[in-house]
């Protein structure tokens, strides 16, 4: 949100012990880090890695709901998924921007996506082949987004808390768009149910994946939390996003397919079955049935699109061509 | 209500027009040239099924049968459609969907100026709102064409292809059906030939910045107004219709 | 000014009259109309404002965080700049 030259790389900038408990101490007693500010080169390079990441989840996120635009049932729903479809757009725009202030480019961070050397949300690579899945994708995808989204609010650095607090008012409507499709579905014919249940099968467990590896696994949970990144460890939000969906789910007359998920009185949470942690990692790293489709797409728009931001440049440096030539005729 | 059929036959002609349109819009929501883009190009979009659907429910209702937007637009086929050709052109580049978009949007802005002064009450007050959507597009797709036109020389080479293959579809804008002239006669519509001078100013004026020349037609296309479409208009439904058709009769 | 990559643009927008313009985000545009246009489709889609300002990020100054402390420090001792270092009886009403 400021531009390149705003931000100083501080290349020079020593990390002491002293330096390092100073900064640990602004972030204890919750104060934001803004993009000029000195901080751990470790810092900053997390911070880009994983806003970076939650850019291109909201590019690639386009790519499985924007199946369906052309395809919604009636105008109403095309019409609200066109919309949200654009707000992803948004989304990972505004995201870009706050990775832009710690002084990485927005084409850096495109090529590194390109490339596959940037990772996205792997619950992306998996197909929408029904309209259920736009319903499925709403209520639980973004579901999901929400409850890793909302602490992020609280992050501790400024540009990215400002932008999650934006993106956060805006998906308020995509949860809601998604259970009412769902919820209509359900209560249609057999053949929707149908539809509903199937959609529901294949996206449960990836959806519980979304939250990350489990805490004894998560390489980068610890000094994250202790950077005020994260708020809340992996598993606790994945508790907290089982223990709100089964009652969602409940309502409606769907079933989740976990035979292991079952009320615990002494925790006063849900229990939940084994996530099979072989196909996440298989998808991370890129086995998912549309990893290559998803790349290949938007590789295909930035390639397709390139004479166009030429164009635009070109057309831009004219200008300040001609005005200095006016300017100078004028003198 | 014999008196209406006319007016509901101009409503959904102009719906077909602004759905078809936004349609194709939509397909460019995530493969945009530019994350910029992939919010400017569903914006338009928006305002065109906006007023799609408007136009739709306003024919439903002077109708009386039970019928709703959703019927007009998904349960009609090909032949019944009847937006202009134009609209219905596949996306190819951005050139071609920026100089689509100007060309439409400067035929609609004086026409919803005088449709919102007309004689019908409620379509006069869809066209005030419109006015002020339209007025976006010109200028958006108006910068961009300019921009195209005198940016590379690649994208100006591009951009008078886009001219080339555009351009013959513009006539159809000007045609007028037989209830049209019924509408215009009641002063609900403008007669197009009056708003063709507007429309070529605009045209001109973008024109002279992106260095492009408006080409002599040989040959115009028409036949839309008539339900006579390009081979595109049908797959275009298919793809659109394809729940409706497959799942008649059901709530989504 | 060589212009090799999309530059970036900083966004202002006034939610309404009476209110200033704030800081809302950036994006990246070629020129300043490309901006405005930019800023008005990614910005305002949910009656955010009547009034949109762009600034190129490049044209923006800003005060050195590493000089924070001669900058604003000193104004915070400045106390009887402020309406409570008064002492004034209650009784004379508001002041």
């Known amino acids: 949100m400021y531009s390149q030259g705003l931000t100083g790389e501080q290349s020079e900038l020593e990390e002491t012990p002293e330096f390092l408990a100073a900064f640990q101490a602004r972030i204890d007693r919750e104060e934001k880090i803004e993009p000029n500010d000195p901080m751990p080169a470790a810092y900053r390079k997390t911070l880009i890695r994983q806003i970076g990441q939650h850019a291109h989840s909201e590019i690639v996120g386009m790519l499985p709901e924007g199946n369906w635009i052309t395809r919604a049932p009636n105008l109403r729903r095309k019409a609200a998924l066109l919309a949200k479809v654009q707000d992803e757009g948004g989304h990972g725009l505004y995201l870009y921007a706050a990775a832009e202030t710690l002084g990485v480019s927005r084409e850096q961070m495109t090529e590194e996506l390109l490339c ?25 995808v973004d579901g999901a987004a929400i409850m890793n989204q909302v602490p992020l609010c609280r992050c501790s650095y400024g540009p990215y808390s400002r932008a999650m607090i934006r993106v956060c008012k805006e998906e308020s409507f995509h949860q809601r768009q998604g259970y009412e499709i769902v919820r209509t579905l359900a209560e249609g014919s057999a053949e929707q149910k149908e539809m ?101 797409a938007r590789k295909k728009a930035w390639d397709e699109g390139a004479w166009v931001r030429e164009a635009a440049l070109a057309h831009a440096r004219k200008r300040l061509e001609r005005e200095a030539a006016a300017k100078e005729a004028a003198e | ?185 009641k002063g609900i519509i403008p007669d197009p030939k009056d708003i063709k001078d507007d429309w070529m100013v605009t045209i001109n004026l973008v024109f002279n910045q992106a260095f492009l020349a408006v080409p002599e037609v040989a040959f115009p296309q028409q036949g839309g107004r008539e339900g006579l479409h390009t081979e595109s208009l049908g797959h275009l439904l298919s793809e659109l219709q394809y729940m409706q058709r497959a799942y008649p009769g059901l709530s989504w | 000014m060589t212009l090799t990559l999309t530059p970036l643009w900083e966004v202002f927008i006034r939610p309404r009259n009476g209110l200033n313009h704030k800081h809302v985000g950036s994006l990246h545009a070629a020129d300043s109309e490309l901006a405005m246009q930019a800023a008005r489709d990614v910005y305002t889609r949910r009656e955010e404002g009547n009034s949109i300002w762009v600034v190129a990020s490049s044209e923006i100054v800003a005060s050195d965080p590493d000089k924070a402390g001669e900058n604003f420090e000193p104004a915070a001792d400045k106390v009887y700049r402020h309406p409570s270092f008064y002492d004034i009886p209650d009784d004379v009403g508001h002041m």
């Open chain 1, 196 to 296: 509903a249940q199937d959609a529901l099968n294949r996206w449960w467990w990836p959806s519980l994946m979304m939250f990350g590896p489990s805490d004894s696994d998560s390489v980068n949970s610890d000094q994250s939390m202790k950077w005020k990144i994260k708020r809340f460890t992996n598993d606790e939000l994945r508790q907290k996003f089982v223990d709100a969906t089964v009652v969602q789910a409940e309502k409606i007359g769907l079933t989740i397919p976990d035979p292991d998920l079952k009320w615990n009185e002494e925790r006063e949470h849900y229990d939940f079955g084994a996530i099979d942690w072989e196909e996440f990692w298989r998808v991370v790293k890129g086995g998912g049935p549309m990893n290559r489709d998803r790349i290949a």
């Open chain 1, 116 to 140: 596959g050397k940037a990772k996205y949300s792997s619950i992306f690579n998996y197909p929408t082949p029904t309209w259920a899945d736009i319903g499925l994708i709403g209520w639980l």
């Open chain 2, 1 to 185: 209500m014999a008196s209406n059929s006319e007016l509901i036959d101009v409503l959904v002609t102009l719906g077909d027009d602004h759905l078809i349109l936004g349609h194709r819009l939509s397909q460019w929501c995530g493969h945009a040239p530019m994350l910029e883009e992939d919010l400017s190009m569903p914006n338009m979009a928006l305002d065109l099924i906006g007023q799609a659907r408007n136009l739709y429910s306003y024919a439903a209702d002077l109708e009386g049968r039970g019928r709703t937007e959703d019927d007009f637009a998904y349960l009609r086929s090909d032949r019944e459609y009847r937006n202009c050709l134009m609209v219905e052109r596949p996306n190819g580049d951005f050139a071609h969907t920026m100089l689509r978009q100007l060309y439409f949007a400067a035929f609609m802005k004086p026409f919803w100026e005088r449709v919102a002064a007309g004689s019908d009450d409620r379509l006069a007050s869809y066209a005030a709102k419109a006015v002020k959507e339209v007025s976006y597009h010109v200028r958006h797709a108006g910068e961009w064409v300019v921009r195209l036109g005198d940016g590379t020389e690649h994208s100006a080479a591009r951009m008078r292809e886009a001219v080339d293959a555009l351009h013959p579809y513009t006539d159809e804008l000007f045609t007028v059906t037989q209830p049209m002239r019924k509408a215009i006669e």
